[in-house]
């Protein structure tokens, strides 16, 4: 009867990974920002300070009519409430995320598209078809398989770019957070908000996983002067509040 009543209220579907850590010995909940090193640091939080994953299961959520609920690994702040997948104290807690320079997220990007993610298109049961925006996501992939960098960010950012719009990296995740860990200092960052909202001095260091060791380091040198242009425009209130530049 319960598993009746589970299925009928939840459709899950298959992701790679988890949402949320929520680390109570730190009275933080980390959310995990696409390509600022979150894989890194949530499998440390919760490896060094028993950090859980919300939720347990590695799922996206959706409702027995298909809206979606909850995210299987990017999940942002506002969803975790909706849900109620926090207690009364867990949602006073210091809410942190990741940050990264944009230049150098977006050649990431775009080469992990092109050179790792492409290779799920030809399986229909692979996690991207069976995420939010999955048809826009599938359609950014062939873009990338299709386009040299440049190219790609002058068709990904062409509308916002005619319409003259600022923006945010991530913006769901840095206007519901109050603590950010830059990916360049994640170590230094993550002693400070542990020395702030804690009150321990410690010394961090958080093990690399998921290293691209045969991409380019030196980003720059894959953007044609538009497309730095472009990026400099759209991102410039993100570059300016956490000093990130060319």
């Not at 790792?116 to 826009?136: A, C, F, P």
């Not at 400070?192 to 290293?211: D, H, L, R, S, Y």
Request: hydrophobic fraction near 35%; aromatic fraction near 14%; charged fraction near 30%.
């Amino acid at each position: 009867m319960t598993e009746n009543i589970l299925v009928s209220l939840l459709v899950y579907r298959k992701y790679k990974s988890i949402m949320a850590i929520i680390c109570d010995e730190l009275k933080m909940i980390y959310l995990l920002a696409p390509g600022t090193g979150s894989s890194a640091l949530s499998k440390f939080l919760i490896d060094t300070f028993g950090g859980k994953a919300v939720p347990e299961s590695e799922v996206d959520v959706f409702s027995q009519d298909g809206q979606f609920l909850l995210r299987g690994k990017h999940c942002t702040y506002k969803e975790l409430l909706k849900n109620n997948m926090l207690n009364k104290e867990q949602s006073q807690y210091l809410v942190v995320t990741g940050v990264r320079n944009p230049f150098e997220y977006l050649y990431a990007e775009w080469y992990r598209s092109r050179h790792r993610t492409s290779r799920n298109l030809g399986n229909k049961s692979s996690w991207i078809y069976n995420v939010k925006n999955s048809e826009r996501k599938i359609n950014d992939i062939i873009d990338t398989l299709t386009m040299d960098f440049s190219e790609w960010i002058e068709k990904r950012y062409k509308d916002l770019y005619g319409e003259k719009k600022r923006a945010f990296l991530h913006s769901e995740y840095i206007h519901q957070s109050q603590a950010y860990i830059r990916k360049e200092e994640m170590n230094q960052d993550l002693e400070k908000i542990i020395a702030e909202n804690c009150g321990k001095q410690m010394t961090i260091k958080v093990p690399k996983v998921n290293v691209s060791r045969d991409r380019d380091a030196s980003y720059w040198r894959h953007y044609s002067a538009e497309a730095r242009e472009i990026i400099e425009y759209i991102y410039q209130p993100y570059l300016r509040k956490f000093s990130y530049y060319f």
